[in-house]
């Protein structure tokens, strides 16, 4: 049954959206034993940092990975300048640490840079990709496929949550924890559920007005999914979305909220919780229109606008999840504009920066 909004025709995009549960099983089935070597290798070599180098949505990634290696393995995650190496001549001293390229392309000159002066330097590398012969890949000690298939829209959405499936892993077997790779298997399932889900709820939210600009709001763990959304959005319609931290929103930005201001808040169940449910209180306060990405009741009961996700989800997970009504959010908004999803202005599938 085609699953693409009533008004236009199913798109690469849609198929993709669709896709990421199969994706994100694929990755798990073919990858598990191999990055349970990658991470003996890593244990053994002793890292004790971690710089990664990615661009778009890759860089979202990265930002979840900042979280997941800090909270679980206490590991310092920067995420680097290329441009010290390419442009500058100038690559960091890494001293060992382990340098991580994610890229789902594997193709773009900077990254592939930083990963070559990282290997020159003695240090571990990384590539996380789509395309196992891609350069990227070439250069990397390390190599984790996503097997996400090829993507073929513009906006990246099933190399993005496979490349967060790839770091979980990753991360699982780093500290040798069962359960969350069990979680994970998981994954794919919630992932089905809120796709199916999600759509209604998104067309409501679409059709009350403009969202284009609307301000994203996470913390945590998805502090990611807050900039991924706002950067689906911004790709898709042109519009002006912006990203913050509860945190960061709070130290001035939220000036800018007045009455009937767009909102979304990325909320799912966590140890952050407190903070955002305190901070949606200070936006309907602001007058705010309000929707909320949780899989708590309480705290969607705040919401204008509500976006339920299925329980289940640890919160180191949750960001595999909670992207998703984002994604349909984007992809719906620039069709009710009459913009071609797999298209938009002015954008190509593979951007190569130096």
Do not use: C, F, W
């Not at 990858?31 to 860089?59: N, P």
């Not at 990254?111 to 196992?132: F, H, K, Q, W, Y």
């Not at 069990?182 to 007005?209: E, K, M, S, Y």
């Amino acid at each position: 049954m085609a699953t693409g909004t009533p008004e236009t025709a199913r798109t690469l995009l849609d198929a993709e959206i669709d896709e990421q549960p199969e994706a994100v099983a694929r990755l798990l089935d073919r990858e598990d034993a191999g990055v349970a070597r990658v991470a003996a290798a890593l244990r053994a070599a002793g890292v004790r940092t971690v710089t990664i180098a990615a661009r778009g949505s890759s860089d979202n990634a990265a930002r979840y990975a900042q979280y997941l290696l800090g909270v679980r393995h206490r590991l310092p995650v920067g995420l680097a300048a290329p441009s010290l190496v390419t442009r500058y001549g100038a690559p960091p001293r890494l001293h060992g640490g382990l340098a991580v390229g994610i890229s789902q392309s594997g193709r773009s000159p900077d990254i592939v840079a930083v990963l070559e002066a990282a290997r020159a330097d003695g240090s571990p590398t990384l590539a996380i990709t789509n395309d196992a012969s891609s350069p990227l890949a070439a250069v990397a000690d390390h190599v984790i496929a996503l097997h996400a298939g090829p993507e073929r829209s513009v906006a990246a959405t099933k190399t993005y949550v496979a490349s967060l499936a790839a770091l979980a892993l990753l991360s699982a077997h780093l500290g040798g924890r069962e359960d969350l790779v069990a979680a994970l298997r998981a994954v794919p399932d919630l992932l089905a559920r809120t796709i199916t889900g999600a759509r209604g709820d998104v067309a409501a939210l679409a059709d009350t007005g403009p969202l284009a600009s609307t301000l994203t709001v996470g913390r945590g763990y998805n502090y990611a999914t807050a900039v991924e959304v706002a950067l689906k959005i911004r790709e898709l319609t042109g519009g002006g979305a912006a990203a913050y931290s509860s945190a960061d929103l709070l130290h001035g930005p939220i000036a800018s909220v007045g009455a009937g201001s767009p909102v979304l808040l990325v909320a799912p169940t966590g140890v952050v919780s407190p903070d955002l449910a305190e901070l949606a209180g200070a936006l309907r306060d602001r007058g705010a229109r309000l929707a909320v990405i949780a899989d708590d009741p309480a705290v969607l009961a705040a919401a204008d606008d509500a976006l339920p996700l299925p329980p289940g989800a640890p919160e180191e997970l949750s960001p595999l999840v909670a992207v998703v009504p984002g994604q349909l959010l984007a992809a719906r908004l620039a069709a009710a504009a009459g913009i071609d999803v797999d298209r938009p202005l002015g954008l190509a599938k593979v951007t190569e920066t130096y």
